[in-house]
Nanobody, 127 residues
C-alpha cells in the first residue's frame, strides 16, 4: 500500500526540540516535492516547509524560519523536520505530503499538487 507515515511527535517544553520523520512506503521520494503541514486547534492547515524534488528550492513559513529545518535522506526514503526553539504556537498535528515535481510554492502556499498525504503526528508544546 502506497503511504506516508509520520512519526516523532509528542510533548515538548517551550524552547525544546523534536525531530519529525516521514517515511514513504511502496514508492520512492526521489521525484517528489515534499511538504510538512500543520493544523493547530481551531485553525486551518498551513504549509510549514517544503522542499523540491532535487533539493534546489526550499520554503519555510515566516513563523518557523530559522527554527525548523527540512531535510531528506533518499537512501532511507525518509524526510525529516528538525524543530528547534519550539513555541506553544507550534502545537498541532503535523502532516507530510508528497507531490511529483510539484513547485514548492504551489504545495506550501496553496496546498496543491499533493499526490500522497500522511495521517499526521501530534506535537504539543507546553510547560
Amino acid at each position: 500500500q502506497v503511504q506516508l507515515v509520520e512519526s516523532g511527535g509528542g510533548l515538548a517544553q517551550p524552547g525544546g526540540s523534536l525531530r519529525l520523520s516521514c517515511a514513504a512506503s511502496k514508492f520512492t521520494l526521489d521525484y517528489f516535492t515534499i511538504g510538512w503541514f500543520r493544523q493547530a486547534p481551531g485553525k486551518e492547515r498551513e504549509g510549514v516547509s517544503c522542499i523540491s524534488s532535487n533539493d534546489d528550492d526550499t520554503y519555510y513559513s515566516d513563523s518557523v524560519k530559522g527554527r525548523f529545518t527540512l531535510s531528506r535522506d533518499n537512501a532511507k526514503n525518509t524526510v525529516y523536520l528538525q524543530m528547534n526553539s519550539l513555541e506553544p504556537e507550534d502545537t498541532g498535528v503535523y502532516y507530510c505530503a508528497a507531490g511529483m515535481f510539484t513547485p514548492v510554492q504551489n504545495m506550501c502556499h496553496s496546498d496543491r499538487g499533493v499526490d500522497y498525504r500522511g495521517k499526521g503526528t501530534r506535537v504539543t508544546v507546553s510547560s
